[in-house]
């Protein structure tokens, strides 16, 4: 990933390049205009002589839950600069929607390093539990240093989230917010295979950027399971993948993951949704 992102493939001038999987879908032509009004427009910046050199390449991190404390602890060290405590198995470490207990280990563990952490928030959190979180990780609000990761579910995001939202609002200190549309909207077809549904997921993330939109916030990202590979493991998309598909190319032992077309059409789907809200603005 590294030698990806590093090496050139990365340049935003090779967006038509990214796209070439994606040609022969049905849903190409929906955002072919989109990728070349893209294409277009890096191409007027490079003419107009602006340094590219930052968009060739792209910043790689890695993150992951901060769930078996005995690893996480082992990794936990002194930065002999500054004395202070970083966990080296990854930059950005998250608690899950289990064990984000405000009084639990894995809170009580991440408070204490200087790495972002993350803590995720299901359909049952409160704004009492939300503002005690941000004491625990964040008392000071330091910029950055907190992100709340929503994973409520398709039919209670637009319910649970503005309350969530107006909280942190009025506590003024800051967060960063990041949907995970996908845990929540797990099921099972008759026959026990573990999916999600390709619209359902869009559809949290749609309500994800209407909450946060209402309460002038910014959707700093998404919180996605994907793979380059043409697996069968995500219902729908342009694909229409159906149930009967599902057991082609359903390689995952853990969570279903997007496969490469949908990856892409959920990122064009959300440049539309940040193009709507430039909109909005105006």
Request: glycine share 8%; hydrophobic share 40%.
């Amino acid at each position: 990933i590294r030698a990806f992102t590093k090496g050139g493939y990365a340049d935003m001038r090779r967006v038509h390049t990214w796209n070439r999987g994606f040609t022969k879908n049905p849903a190409y032509a929906r955002y072919e205009a989109l990728a070349s009004e893209i294409h277009r427009a890096i191409m007027f910046i490079e003419a107009a002589g602006a340094d590219f050199d930052g968009l060739k390449v792209v910043d790689l991190y890695s993150a992951h839950e901060a769930l078996l404390l005995e690893y996480e602890a082992a990794l936990t060290r002194i930065d002999s600069r500054s004395g202070q405590l970083y966990n080296t198995s990854g930059h950005f470490l998250w608690i899950g929607e289990r064990t984000r207990q405000l009084d639990g280990a894995h809170i009580e563990l991440l408070r204490e390093v200087r790495n972002p952490v993350g803590v995720k928030i299901g359909p049952t959190v409160t704004p009492e539990e939300v503002i005690g979180i941000i004491d625990k990780l964040n008392p000071q609000g330091e910029e950055g240093r907190l992100t709340f990761i929503t994973r409520m579910g398709a039919d209670k995001i637009r319910d649970v989230l503005p309350s969530i939202a107006s909280a942190v609002a009025r506590d003024g200190r800051p967060v960063v917010w990041i949907t995970d549309p996908m845990h929540g909207n797990t099921i099972e077809t008759a026959t026990g295979v573990k999916t999600r549904d390709f619209d359902t997921i869009m559809n949290e993330v749609e309500g994800f950027f209407e909450v946060l939109y209402e309460n002038a916030m910014v959707p700093a990202g998404l919180h996605i399971e994907l793979t380059g590979d043409d697996v069968t493991e995500v219902l729908g998309g342009s694909e229409n993948l159906d149930e009967l598909r599902l057991n082609e190319r359903y390689e995952t032992r853990v969570d279903p993951r997007l496969n490469h077309q949908q990856s892409l059409e959920i990122a064009f789907r959300v440049a539309e949704l940040l193009r709507r809200s430039e909109n909005l603005d105006e």
